[in-house]
């Protein structure tokens, strides 16, 4: 198959073209290079089967594919807040040119949702049925309300256009290829640790997040992507479930050296606990993760190694 990656030099996105050219599929992928870096994909420029095009996905665009998947908008918090305007056009305005190409060419399109679209939830876990808690106004919401538009849209499209769709909702992942600067929690972590700085712990460091090693979350994009019994919206992500204080702690552990732990503000609209209820991917696409908590740090420290080197 040609596959289009959109959002394909970032974090998730590179590791997804890395899978697919090793299934044996001629990748597509565009970005602008806003969050993503040519180094993640720097290995597959030779590759006769990978095409990569710069371009924004605000802007209208025409590949003749038999897939697309959507990952093109910045992740973190802070980068998805130094823009917000421009954050919440990526989401609505790439999806709307996603599923316009998905139409045209009859493509099947997956869309790379959020765990934000649950806010600060009030159910724990979180199932796909809650609707979520999220202020339509606040620093976070160009992001949630952005990626919660695209879920109406893509709907909307396979409803009215019967367009081929798949959409994840992907709880906190890490793994290599973070940006150092990234600003998500795991990345910080281990680059303050690796660097000797001190670990910047948000608030009292009792809020919770359920982080999923990347590998195992792009498993379960290729699982959802190709079966025909399931369009979604699924959760993707580990439930094993910790606070920021024990994920200090446990960075520490694994990276060593002689950082301590400092408390700083805590974010306007932080949500307090989020634990993704994975009961549908197990079922439908026979898929869990893998890779613990401790695993997955050192895979990630030992990356950040060699890249602070
Ligand atoms: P990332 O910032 O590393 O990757 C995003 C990529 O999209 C970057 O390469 C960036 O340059 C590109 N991009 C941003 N705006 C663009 C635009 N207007 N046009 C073209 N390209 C653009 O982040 P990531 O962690 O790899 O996230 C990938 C996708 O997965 C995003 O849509 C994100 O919302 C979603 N997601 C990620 C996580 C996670 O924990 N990693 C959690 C939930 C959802
Ligand atoms: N966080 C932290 N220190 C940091 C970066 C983040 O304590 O240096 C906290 C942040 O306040 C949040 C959690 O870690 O409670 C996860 O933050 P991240 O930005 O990684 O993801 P998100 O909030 O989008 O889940």
Same mark, same amino acid.
């Given at each position: 198959?040609?596959?289009?990656?959109?959002?394909?030099?970032? @974090?998730?996105?590179?590791?997804?073209?890395?899978?697919?050219?090793?299934?044996?599929?001629?990748?597509?992928?565009?970005?602008?290079?806003?969050?993503?870096?040519?180094?993640?994909?720097?290995?597959?420029?030779?590759?006769?089967?990978?095409?990569?095009?710069?371009?924004?996905?605000?802007?209208?665009?025409?590949?003749?594919? &038999?897939?697309?998947?959507?990952?093109?908008?910045?992740?973190?918090?802070?980068?998805?807040?130094?823009?917000?305007?421009?954050?919440?056009?990526?989401?609505?305005?790439?999806?709307?040119?996603?599923?316009?190409? *998905?139409?045209?060419?009859?493509?099947?399109? @997956?869309?790379?949702?959020?765990?934000?679209?649950?806010?600060?939830?009030?159910?724990?876990?979180?199932?796909?049925?809650?609707?979520?808690?999220?202020?339509?106004?606040?620093?976070?919401?160009?992001?949630?309300?952005?990626?919660?538009? *695209?879920? =109406?849209?893509?709907?909307?499209?396979?409803?009215?256009?019967?367009?081929?769709?798949?959409?994840?909702?992907?709880?906190?992942?890490?793994?290599?290829?973070?940006?150092?600067?990234?600003?998500?929690?795991?990345?910080? @972590?281990?680059?303050?640790?690796?660097? !000797?700085?001190?670990?910047?712990?948000?608030?009292?460091?009792?809020?919770?997040?359920?982080?999923?090693?990347?590998?195992?979350?792009?498993?379960?994009?290729?699982?959802?992507?190709?079966?025909?019994?399931?369009?979604?919206?699924?959760?993707?992500?580990?439930?094993?479930?910790? =606070?920021?204080?024990?994920?200090?702690?446990?960075? /520490?552990?694994?990276? !060593?050296?002689?950082?301590?732990?400092?408390?700083?503000?805590?974010?306007?609209? &932080?949500?307090?606990?989020?634990?993704?209820?994975? =009961?549908? *991917?197990?079922?439908?696409?026979?898929?869990?993760?893998?890779?613990? /908590?401790?695993?997955?740090?050192?895979?990630?420290? &030992?990356?950040?190694?060699?890249?602070?080197?």
């Amino acid at each position: 198959m040609r596959v289009l990656v959109t959002g394909g030099a970032g @974090f998730l996105g590179s590791h997804l073209c890395d899978r697919l050219l090793g299934q044996g599929h001629e990748v597509v992928c565009l970005d602008n290079f806003f969050t993503g870096r040519k180094r993640n994909i720097r290995h597959l420029l030779d590759n006769p089967d990978f095409e990569l095009v710069r371009h924004d996905v605000i802007d209208p665009f025409k590949f003749e594919v &038999d897939q697309i998947y959507n990952l093109a908008c910045p992740a973190s918090p802070p980068h998805y807040q130094f823009n917000p305007i421009k954050t919440t056009k990526t989401s609505v305005m790439g999806a709307i040119n996603c599923l316009g190409l *998905a139409k045209r060419v009859r493509a099947r399109v @997956f869309q790379a949702s959020t765990s934000e679209v649950y806010g600060d939830p009030a159910v724990h876990p979180q199932p796909e049925s809650y609707w979520g808690n999220v202020n339509p106004i606040g620093q976070r919401s160009c992001y949630d309300e952005g990626k919660r538009c *695209a879920e =109406t849209l893509f709907f909307d499209y396979h409803r009215e256009n019967k367009v081929d769709i798949r959409v994840v909702r992907i709880f906190n992942t890490y793994g290599p290829r973070m940006h150092p600067n990234d600003g998500r929690v795991v990345s910080n @972590f281990i680059v303050q640790a690796l660097k !000797g700085e001190n670990l910047t712990v948000y608030g009292d460091g009792s809020q919770t997040r359920s982080f999923c090693y990347v590998d195992d979350l792009i498993e379960g994009f290729l699982r959802l992507m190709n079966q025909d019994e399931l369009v979604g919206p699924i959760n993707l992500g580990n439930p094993g479930e910790f =606070t920021m204080l024990e994920l200090a702690e446990k960075t /520490l552990a694994v990276v !060593g050296g002689p950082s301590k732990i400092v408390h700083e503000a805590l974010p306007a609209d &932080d949500p307090k606990q989020r634990q993704p209820d994975i =009961t549908l *991917a197990r079922e439908h696409l026979r898929w869990e993760p893998t890779v613990d /908590l401790i695993e997955g740090l050192k895979r990630t420290a &030992d990356y950040f190694r060699s890249e602070l080197d």
